[in-house]
């Protein structure tokens, strides 16, 4: 990356904000001079086209720019009242793809709000992936506890300790110990999706290997969650994999679920002074 091209990257990096609700957003005020526009009624008429190619794609305007007038203090401590606008990551990418070609600010730009949009898709895919596969895991999970019960078992936390410490070779108490997990979370809200994947295969075969050999009694059947959960370590082993006991936390299910649900409302928000972060008042 050459050095013009890394001075506005860190700019526009620099001028990025946060809101509360942990959605980013930039100031059209703060972008206007980044991309070289030193009029800012040339800069509202990018803006303008923007909006327009926003709704020619379907996606309302008002979800991506939110005008506001802000107060500016001007000569002799007199307060004006300023126009500006809230602007979504996607909002700025339409902006800068709709800029002056001529300017080398507008290119650098549209590669840098293009591959940072991305990202982002990469990411919320990869998010919406995992939380597809624990969901699968709580049926599975459900489905087990089903052919528990009719196996006899009673003690349900030591049935599932048996097939974790098969799996993974250590208790779940130990297992959350060892991957820095608050004891009172649940381990798989916390697990990847090659760890959800082992711990499905786990469960799915001791939920079949109970129904399909009839095992009754509790010891019986701790004993199979056991014996499942360790031939799932041993092929993890064979097939050269880390073993889960090692695999880092990811951040939580729930978490990461809220989070997208915020970033489904519209950005910025109705009011847009919820969106500035409290430090900036």
Known sequence: ???????????????????????????ARDLQPILGY??????VNVVEKAKMASESAGVSHNDQFHDVMKGIVAGKGAELQRSDLYLSRYACYLIAMNGDPRKEEVGHAQTYFAVQTRRQEVADQDVH???????????????L????????????????DAGYRGLYGIGLAEIKARKGIDGKADLLDRAGRVELAANEFRITQTEDKLRRDRIQGESP?????????????RTIKQLGGKMPEDLRPEPSIKQLTSKRRRKMQPAPPQRPVTLLPPSNG
Not at 8 to 25: D, F, H, T
Not at 129 to 143: G, I, Q, T, Y
């Open 1 to 27: 990356m050459d050095e013009q091209k890394l001075l506005l990257v860190n700019r526009l990096e620099a001028c990025k904000r946060v809101s509360s609700q942990g959605v980013e957003y930039w100031m």
């Open 221 to 233: 059947a701790i004993e199979t969650h056991r014996e499942v959960g360790a031939a799932v370590r």
């Open 38 to 43: 030193t009029s800012w009624e040339n800069f």
């Open 145 to 160: 506890g089903g052919a528990a019960k009719k196996a006899g078992v009673q003690n349900y936390g030591l049935f599932h």
């Open 129 to 143: 992936r995992r939380v597809e596969l624990r969901e699968r895991v709580k049926e599975a999970n459900r489905a």
